[in-house]
C-alpha cells in the first residue's frame, strides 16, 4: 500500500471497475428491496442536499445489497418543464433570436439537442460520489415510456371525470407566462403601503373608507363587502357606490369573511383578481372583471387612459388621479405577503384563465387512510401530521402550464371548440367519430412536471405495461427525501400509485433535515454561501470559489459582500478532501433535525478518520503478510477477545441504526470502534505481543488472525457509508482473511452473531485502559515526555487489581511506559508523588528523580499566569453584550468552551503546583 491515502488515485478507478463489473445491477436473488432517486433537474448539477441524499440512499442499497437483498436503485433525470425552457430560451436571447422566431417544433428539437449536450452533468456528478445506481436502467421523465404512461393516466383521469378543464383564478407569472400551482409559489413578507380610498355613495352625501394594497386593480372591483353584524353599515346593505374612475356603479354586500377590526371594515372585492375575493363573488353571484393581461398590463376593459400601462405604471397614476380626485383619505406603510415564482422570482398574478385540473379529494382520501392504517409509514413519524393537514385541506390541482417544453396535453380541439381527450389524434377521430377531413388542433399547453413525477415509482419500471420488473420492484421500499417536498411529490406519488396500482409506492418515508451553511443559514446563490460538493471532494482554488460564487448573480450589488464572506470563510479555498470523507460528514449529519449545519471542520475530521484506517490498514498488512495464519493452535489474547467482543457490540448498533433510519448512529458506531477501540487501543495492544520477544508463536498468530479478520470485518462495515477506501484495502486484505469474491460490495455484510458479548474481557480490559489512562494523564499533568520510562508505585491495590496486574502487565509496560510496578505493603509509607485512582487503588508516581523542583515551579508559574490572563481577557470579552449579541453563534459557543476549559487548566495547575511545593517543603 501506498504510505499516504490518496482519495484522487483510487475513486473514479474503481468506481469504473463497479461499473464495468455490473455490481450495481439487481442479482435477481432475495427478497427485493428498492429505491428510486428523486430526480433531479436535468438543467441543474447536485447541491449539497442532492449528496447528503444520495449518500442516505446510497448506504441503504450498499447495505442491504450486501445483506442478501435483491436490490435496485432506480436512477433518472426530471424534464424540468421551467427550469429548462428558461436556459435554452436565455441562450436564445443571448445569440439575438427567441422561441417565437424558432416555432414550437424547432425550439422542442432545440430543447432535445440541448439536453443530449449539457444535460449530463448530473449522472458524472452521481458517479463522483459513489452512487451505486443500476445505469442501464437510467430513465428520463420525457422518455417514450414514461410520456406513454402520462398520457394514459391524463386519458383515464379524464374518463372518470377526474381531470377537467375550467375558467378559474390561478397563480399566474408574467415572466414566464404560465400558470402556476399553489406550490410553486413563494410567499414572503416585503414592505409596501396602505392605500384607504374613499368610494363615494350613489346617493347622497358621504363614501365609504377602503383599504387596499393594490389599487390598480379597483377598476376589477365588483362590490365593497363588510361584515353582515357591522352597526356602522348595516343601514349601507343593497345600496349602491360609485367606482372612482370607472365611471360605473357596485352594490354594498354582507359576508362574514370581512375583518370588522381591520382598517375601516369595508373590503373592496375583485373577483378576477384575488383568491379570497373570487370566493366571495361565487357566494354573491358577482361578475368576474378580468382587467389585466397575461403580460400583467392593464387590458382593454380599463378606461382608455390606463390601458397598456404596466401594472406598477398603472398603480402610480391611479394614485395621482384618486389625490387629484380627493378620494384617497391616507396612505399608511404595510407589510403584506408578496407571492412571487419559485423560478422567475416575479411578483404573481391572480389571472382568470382556462386551465386543466385535477379533481384531487377523491384521490386524496385513499391516500390519506393508507398512512393512517399503517400502509404507508413516515420516518420520524411526526411528519406523518404534516401530511395529514395539507391533505385534509387539499384543492384542486392546476396541472396545465403554457409552456412549450413537457408533455403536451393530449386534448384535441375543433373549429367550434369542442374538446376531445384521447391518446393521440387518430383515437380521438375514432373515438369521437370525427371524419379525417375535420380539422383539429392539440392543446398547446404542457402538463405541470409535478404530474409526470408523480408517477415515478411505476412508470420507471414499464407501466401500464405488465412488466417483470414492476411485479418485483414496486411497491418500492423506502422514499428518501427532504421535509420540503412532501406536499409537491410525495403525496402526489401516493394519491397516483394507490389509484392506478392499487397500492402505495413505497411502505416508508423517511423525511431528513436540510443541509444549511455553518452558521445555520439556508445555502443560497444569493448569500454567496453555496458549496459545490464536487469542490470538496476535488478541492478548489480560492480564486476558482470567488469566481464560481459571483457568476450569473441576480443582484450584481451583492458580489463584495459575497467576496468578503467566502475570504473570510476559506481564506485559502477548500482542500480536497475525498468522496469518502465528504460522505461520512453527511451520514453524521443524518439525524432526525430539521436543520443540518454543514461545517468543513467535520469533513476535515473524517478526512483524519481516513488516514487512520489507512495507516491501521498498512500497519495490519506489514504484520500479517507472508505470516503463517492458520487457525490451528492459536491462541487469543485478553485483547484479541476484547476486541472481538467490541467489535460485536459496534455491529449490532449498526444493524439498529440501519433499521431505524438513523444512519447518524451507524457512523458514530463506526468512528468509536474503528479511531478508538480498534487503532488507538487494539493496534497497541497487538504490538505487545507481535512485537515481544516473550510472547509464544501461538499468541502471535492468534494476535496476526484477529488483527486481519477484524480489519476486513470492520471494512465490510463502512463500505456503505465509505465505499472507495473500503473497496480499496479490502482487495488487499480479504485474502489474508479468507474472504472471497471480486469486490466488497457483493460480500456479505458481517453480522454481530458470531461474536458475542464476553463481559470478562471487557471488565479486564477496562481495568487496562483506565490504568493506563491515569498515568497518561499524570504524563501530561507533569509534562513528562512519552518517551521517557517512569516508576510506579501502586498503594490500596486490592487481590482483583493484582490478578489483573498479573495478567496484562505486558501491555501495561508497553502502553504506560512504565517499568514493573511495585506494590506498597500495608502500612508502608508513599512517596511524594502525582495520584490517579483506580477503583479503591491508587497509581503514584514519584516525582523524585522526574523534575528539578524550582525550575518546574517557575515553569508551572509562568503557565498560570498566562492562564489567568487569557481567562480574564476572554471573561471580559463574553461579559460584554453587544458582543454577545452580535457575533456569530458558533463564534460565542467556542469562545464559552474555551472559557470552562482555561477554569479547569488554572485548577489543574494550581493542584501540579501544591505537589511540587510539597517536594521542595519535604
Known sequence: MDKAFSPADIESRIYARWEAGGWFAPT??????????????????????????????????????MSGFDTLWQPGTDHAGIATQMVVERQLNAAGTSRLDLGREAFVRRVWEWKETSGGSIARQLRRLGASVDWRRDRFTMDPGLSAAVTEVFVRLHQEGLVYRGKRLVNWDPVLKTALSDLEVMAEEESGSLWHLRYPLRRGEGH?????????????DTAVAVHPEDERYRHLIGQELRLPLADRFIPVIADDYVDPAFGSGCVKITPAHDFNDYEVGQRHGLPLINVMTEEAALNEAVPPAYRGLDRAAARQKVVADLTALGLIERIEPHKSMVPRGDRSNAILEPLLTDQWFVRIAPLAEPAIRAVEDGRVRFVPENWSAVYFEWMRNIKDWCISRQLWWGHRIPAWYDAEGRCYVARDEAQARAAYGIDASVPLRQDEDVLDTWFSSALWPFSTQGWPQDTAALRKYYPTSVLVTGFDIIFFWVARMIMMGLKFTGEAPFREVYVHGLIRDHDGQKMSKSKGNVIDPLDVVDGITLEDLLAKRTAGLMQPQMK??????????????????????????????????????????????????????????????????????????????????WIQARLGAALGRIAAGFAEYRIDAVCNALYEFTWHEFCDWYLELSKAVLQSDSADESEKRATRRTLVHTLEALLRALHPLAPFISEEIWQRVAPLAGAAGETIMRAPFPTAGGLPADPEAEAQMRWVMDFILGVRQIRGEMDIAPSRRIEVVLQNAAPADLRSLRATLPYLMRLAGIGEPRVLAAGESAPIAAVALLGGMQILVPMAGLIEPAAELERLGKRRRRAEADLQKLDAKLSNGDFAKNAPADVVAKDRQRLAELRVEIGQLAAQISRVQAMLAG
Open 208 to 220: 365609504l373608507v377602503v383599504a387596499t394594497t393594490r389599487p390598480e386593480t379597483l377598476f376589477g
Open 28 to 65: 435477481g436473488s432475495g427478497p427485493a428491496y428498492s429505491i428510486v432517486i428523486p430526480p433531479p433537474n436535468v438543467t441543474g448539477t447536485l447541491h449539497m442536499g442532492h449528496a447528503f441524499q444520495d449518500t442516505i440512499m446510497d448506504a441503504l442499497i450498499r447495505y442491504h445489497r
Open 560 to 641: 463584495p459582500v459575497i467576496e468578503k464572506a467566502t475570504r473570510r470563510q476559506f481564506p485559502g479555498g477548500i482542500p480536497a478532501f475525498g468522496t469518502d470523507a465528504l460522505r461520512l460528514c453527511f451520514a453524521s449529519l443524518a439525524t432526525q433535525s430539521r436543520d443540518l449545519r454543514f461545517d468543513m471542520s467535520r469533513v476535515e475530521n473524517y478526512r483524519n478518520f481516513c488516514n487512520k484506517l489507512w495507516n491501521a490498514a498498512r500497519y495490519a498488512l506489514m504484520n500479517v503478510e507472508g505470516q503463517d495464519l492458520r487457525p490451528e493452535g492459536a491462541r487469543p489474547s485478553l485483547a484479541d477477545r
